[in-house]
């Protein structure tokens, strides 16, 4: 289930309006909006875990392996990374739509792309850092 659908089922679920949970969350009712129907992931993984608190889950249910990637993306490097991953996971999320694999089968396909997006941004950070060792 994606994050969206997490977000609008709970937020349902228990009768609150998307201005309910804005107010809460500290974000407009214009965020909730983002996240419930344009497909948008909170910037700050803090978010997540005040969803879960918010709604009694485990702080891992709505941080899935696309959301832990693309957070995992903009904390290493930036607002760039962020937008990478993003794109990367629209791309591959296309490849999905009205394929046969299972949800296990896409979860091993993401991950294997995820291990090979990390590898290769490591070996670009290395190959293009700055002489004096320091990587920016």
């Given at each position: 289930?994606?994050?969206?659908?997490?977000v609008?089922?709970?937020?349902?679920?228990?009768?609150?309006?998307?201005?309910?949970?804005?107010?809460?969350?500290?974000?407009?009712?214009?965020?909730?909006?983002?996240?419930?129907?344009?497909?948008?992931?909170?910037?700050?993984r803090?978010?997540?875990?005040?969803?879960?608190?918010?709604?009694?889950?485990?702080?891992?249910?709505?941080?899935?392996?696309?959301?832990?990637f693309?957070?995992?993306?903009?904390?290493?490097?930036?607002?760039?990374?962020?937008?990478?991953?993003?794109?990367?996971?629209?791309?591959?999320s296309?490849?999905?739509?009205?394929?046969?694999l299972?949800?296990?089968?896409?979860?091993?396909?993401?991950?294997?792309?995820?291990?090979?997006?990390?590898?290769?941004?490591?070996?670009?950070?290395?190959?293009?850092?700055?002489?004096?060792?320091?990587?920016?």
């Amino acid at each position: 289930m994606k994050f969206s659908e997490k977000v609008r089922i709970e937020r349902t679920n228990k009768k609150m309006t998307q201005k309910e949970l804005g107010e809460l969350l500290g974000v407009t009712t214009r965020t909730i909006t983002g996240y419930e129907k344009e497909g948008l992931y909170p910037r700050k993984r803090e978010i997540y875990y005040k969803l879960a608190e918010i709604f009694g889950t485990d702080k891992m249910y709505f941080i899935g392996e696309e959301e832990d990637f693309i957070a995992d993306a903009e904390e290493k490097y930036g607002s760039r990374g962020r937008n990478q991953a993003e794109s990367l996971v629209k791309q591959i999320s296309g490849l999905f739509a009205g394929g046969s694999l299972d949800e296990d089968d896409k979860d091993a396909v993401m991950r294997s792309i995820m291990d090979a997006y990390w590898e290769s941004k490591k070996e670009n950070t290395e190959k293009y850092s700055h002489k004096d060792g320091n990587n920016k």
